[in-house]
């Protein structure tokens, strides 16, 4: 399994990706800023989210991405590409068994037009396709449905409910887990109709 990815931008039918870098704190914060009351039900770090922890993370997330550990790319729409409207992120979870893992999050100014799915996509690829990973898995929190939606239209498979597995403003949220592996990634690939995009 590969364990490099290069740092260039991508590019999609809607969407630049590309590494973090230091400036980018203040557009981070006005996208979490903007959607805290969405972003709040379902992920852990939202608590006491302050731009100090947009500081820290744009900081880890370069040293993560020089170790190898984990990938994050600042989504932008072509349109606008100094407007960061959402993160997407791809990190390897076993090395010895090719599995992986890629969340996501979309500013709720900017849900619905098909971004998260797209944003995915791109991180899904450079999953199988940089990184060699044989599965990818996209946990879900219970009740989650525009989330379940996504994994559901880029083909993968639901495998089952993940008891307590993150705690959510006190509370443990089960989540749903959902699986692509690289022989099936071909075909949701074609249907996703990005054969000569994403990468
Ligand atoms: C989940 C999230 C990334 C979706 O982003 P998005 O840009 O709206 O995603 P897309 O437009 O690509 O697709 C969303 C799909 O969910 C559907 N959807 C949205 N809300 C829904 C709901 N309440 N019930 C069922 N489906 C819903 C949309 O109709 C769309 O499906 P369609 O293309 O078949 O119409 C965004 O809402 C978000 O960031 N939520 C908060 C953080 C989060 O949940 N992150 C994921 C953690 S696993």
Do not use: C
């Not at 820290?56 to 994050?72: L, M, P």
């Amino acid at each position: 399994m590969a364990n490099h990815v290069h740092s260039q931008p991508r590019y999609s039918e809607q969407l630049m990706l590309r590494p973090f870098r230091r400036r980018d704190v203040g557009t981070f914060h006005d996208a979490v800023s903007a959607s805290l009351s969405e972003l709040q039900p379902w992920l852990p770090w939202i608590e006491g989210y302050d731009r100090g922890f947009a500081q820290r993370f744009i900081r880890d997330s370069v040293t993560s991405w020089a170790e190898a550990r984990a990938y994050d790319f600042t989504v932008r729409p072509l349109t606008e590409l100094d407007r960061h409207i959402g993160n997407v992120s791809v990190w390897p979870t076993s090395n010895q068994n090719g599995t992986g893992e890629v969340g996501y999050w979309i500013r709720s100014d900017e849900t619905g037009r098909g971004y998260g799915s797209e944003a995915a996509a791109v991180a899904i690829a450079i999953g199988f396709e940089e990184l060699g990973f044989h599965k990818v898995v996209l946990r879900i929190a219970v009740g989650n449905a525009a989330s379940e939606r996504i994994a559901e239209k880029l083909g993968f498979t639901y495998e089952g409910i993940l008891r307590d597995e993150v705690k959510v403003r006190d509370e443990w949220l089960d989540h749903t887990s959902w699986s692509l592996l690289d022989t099936e990634w071909a075909e949701a690939r074609a249907s996703l109709g990005a054969e000569d995009t994403y990468l």
